[in-house]
């Protein structure tokens, strides 16, 4: 068959495909996206973003009109790149355990469009050993498609900027898997950096596992502080004064969203739960928001209050929910028969309510996200503020 593109990203209207398909797309190769997800891909081919990514429509704009990026939900369009980039996601199971069916039913549905001239390179983070299961998988169903195993490691909205000044991580179950991905990332990235695929899928793991257990540190310090009635905020700001030794203690607040927490669970299901950091970790960050109503209950009466939630995306300045420990803190809230207010600055629903409105409104306001927008926003000293991050700068008189 002749090939019409270079490559094809599968999952290419997602958080982590757009971006990569965009980015190769402005270095000149033809590049086409694939995703089963219809209304991002009129939006994509319309040369609008599905979601906030910083850096991404002027790139999009001229790929497009430079030709050298499609999108499409037709899978026959796989087969037209010699290279395969697959970057959907991977979860956990309700017992926290990775779903490696997710993988195997998107393979099945590529086998019918693959031949052994392919390459097909996983860019999902994977429990250990999936690269080796997938080459396997392959060849039991009589294909030698290289496989490879490039895992991404961007920050979401900082994807554009991230996948052309990090070093990527390549390797293949083959060395002829391993030269393809190589020579492909090149072409973004400005270094690369040689692993076999086990020790790539560890390294991505262990990248996302550690940041949690670091925001895990802070926010059991934050609990502990607070519960001894004390300010966390002066203390910590006492001990970073001229104080070196510190300045990398991450602030407290929500740790969320789609990768950090499961990351660390296919660590945990790796070492068949004999890894206590990452259990304790998820205790301690899942187990924030019930710390935070259970101090409001010391004080208040929750069910006589309307409590405002002020962001409500898993991080600043994005607009993706995905696990969010915001909703979390809401369902709390409401278990003790509090109003429940939300507001966001980039995440839509027709429920949410303007920041001015929630603070106008609210009793209690809880800062869920440190959007940057809230840097200008003022509470009245009538209104109980919970703010972990710090982002509230100023109050207000009555």
Not at 129 to 138: I, K, S
Not at 184 to 204: N, Y
């Amino acid at each position: 068959m002749a090939m019409s593109y270079d490559v094809c990203v599968v999952g290419g209207a997602g958080h982590i495909g757009a971006p990569l398909a965009i980015v190769l797309a402005s270095r000149g190769l033809r590049t086409l996206g694939y995703d089963i997800n219809a209304e991002a891909v009129r939006k994509l081919c319309a040369a609008e973003m599905p979601f906030l990514e910083d850096g991404a429509e002027p790139l999009l704009k001229a790929a497009l009109a430079a030709g050298t990026l499609d999108f499409s939900t037709a899978i026959e369009g796989v087969a037209k790149a010699p290279v395969i980039i697959l970057t959907i996601g991977t979860p956990i199971d309700e017992y926290h355990n990775p779903r490696l069916d997710i993988i195997d039913r998107a393979i099945d549905r590529l086998i019918p469009h693959l031949t052994n001239d392919h390459t097909l390179i996983l860019c999902s983070t994977v429990f250990p050993g999936v690269t080796e299961h997938l080459d396997r998988y392959l060849k039991a169903r009589g294909l030698t498609t290289k496989v490879a195993f490039c895992p991404e490691r961007v920050v979401q909205g900082k994807a554009i900027t991230e996948l052309q000044t990090l070093p990527q991580i390549v390797s293949g179950t083959t060395p002829a898997a391993e030269e393809t991905a190589a020579k492909l990332f090149a072409k973004i990235a400005p270094k690369i950096v040689h692993m076999k695929p086990r020790e790539a899928e560890f390294a991505k793991l262990i990248s996302n596992a550690w940041r949690y257990i670091e925001f895990a540190t802070a926010n059991q310090f934050y609990m502990m502080i607070e519960s001894a009635g004390l300010d966390y905020a002066r203390v910590i700001a006492g001990l970073r004064e001229d104080y070196p030794r510190v300045w990398n203690l991450p602030g407290p607040g929500f740790a969320a969203g789609p990768c950090l927490m499961k990351d660390t669970m296919q660590l945990v299901a790796f070492e068949n739960n004999r890894f206590p950091l990452g259990n304790l970790a998820v205790n301690l960050n899942e187990g924030l928001p019930n710390f935070i109503v259970e101090q409001l209950r010391k004080s208040t009466d929750l069910g006589r209050k309307k409590v405002g939630i002020l962001g409500m995306a898993f991080k600043a300045d994005i607009d993706d929910i995905r696990d969010a420990l915001s909703y979390k803190l809401g369902k709390i809230l409401r278990f003790h028969d509090a109003t429940v207010l939300y507001s966001d600055e980039y995440a839509k629903d027709p429920t949410f309510i303007s920041k001015e409105a929630l603070v106008e409104q609210s009793d209690i306001v809880i800062v869920g996200v440190p959007h940057r927008a809230y840097r200008q926003l003022v509470i009245p000293s009538r209104v109980q503020l919970v703010d972990l991050w710090g982002v509230i700068p100023s109050r207000k008189p009555a």
